[in-house]
């Protein structure tokens, strides 16, 4: 008898090798086994990482990046963000789960499509209202981009942003932890869980702020690691927004859109004001 068919990625054959039993007995062998905590999934034939085995996989994946890119291998920062995302993606299929869990299917991006240039608009909007006043323009002051050139800046616009930031904490924040935790907590513990978690991804690179921005250095100059906190709090705040975009678009490339209009246009924002205040 032949067996079932085989997952992309995360099903198992599981035959003997004398008699070439069904996937079907294996499904039962590991229907009988009891864990403390719940490892694979069976249903239909098919055995898959529970979400939790999932989560105990995609966490550990993420902390690794996460000091690569801020401590040990900085010059790597978009090979690793790329692998990194690869690798996500590859949790998420070994789970069980497709494509357009993960908002990721042709159909899904197509709807994403006709979100992002509102929200690439509306980011545009905000950020001009806010560098033309002056008690406000100074906040883009960023010494990352003081002798930045018009080359340096379009790799940090089309290249580092989109593939090395938006790429990797989107399919990591917004679509597969997400999706992980909303399959066992549903859409508010998704969201609920996952944007502190992102918070926290940003911890190591908060430290760094009041080097870079002289409005963030004066005010925690005597106490550099206070800014923590706040940043925490705002990026957390940030990942509730985008996981919310996400569930409302049904689309993983509207908070992508979202998310390096910020990014991308305040690099911009920042290359202008900055490059023009050393001019005057």
């Known amino acids: 008898m032949a067996a079932g068919p085989v997952h992309p990625l995360g099903r198992v054959r599981f035959e003997d090798s004398n008699r070439r039993r069904p996937v079907a007995q294996a499904v039962a062998v590991v229907d009988s086994v009891r864990l403390p905590v719940q490892v ?31 401590r040990w291998a900085r010059r790597a920062y978009v090979p690793t963000s790329v692998a990194t995302a690869a690798s996500l ?3 998420l299929r070994l789970v069980g789960l497709t494509w357009s869990d993960a908002g990721l299917a042709r159909a899904d991006l197509a709807r994403g499509a006709r979100w992002a240039p509102t929200l690439v608009m509306l980011v545009a909007v905000g950020y001009l209202a806010s560098a033309l006043p002056a008690n406000t323009r100074r906040m883009f002051l960023d010494r990352r981009v003081e002798e930045a050139g018009v080359g340096s800046a379009a790799y940090q616009v089309l290249v ?7 790429a990797l904490e989107e399919v990591a924040f917004r679509g597969v932890l997400f999706e992980l935790l909303r399959d066992r907590h549903g859409a508010v ?8 978690l992102f918070g926290l991804w940003h911890v190591l690179s908060a430290r760094e702020l009041p080097t ?28 509730g927004v985008l996981c919310e975009l996400r569930r409302q678009s049904g689309s993983l490339l509207a908070p992508m859109a979202l998310h390096w209009a910020s990014n991308a246009l305040g690099y911009v924002t920042a290359f202008v004001v900055t490059r023009r205040r050393r001019e005057t």
């Open 40 to 70: 694979f999934r069976c249903y239909g034939g098919t055995v898959a990482l529970s979400p939790t085995a999932g989560l105990a996989v995609a966490v550990p994946i993420l902390v690794m990046a996460n000091l690569l890119n801020n």
């Open 89 to 91: 993606l590859g949790v």
């Open 160 to 166: 580092r942003i989109p593939l090395g930031t938006v």
């Open 189 to 196: 513990g998704g969201t609920a869980i996952s944007s502190p």
């Open 212 to 239: 870079l921005n002289p409005v963030a250095g004066r005010m925690f100059h005597t106490r550099p690691e206070l800014v923590v906190a706040p940043t925490l709090a705002a990026t957390a705040l940030a990942g």
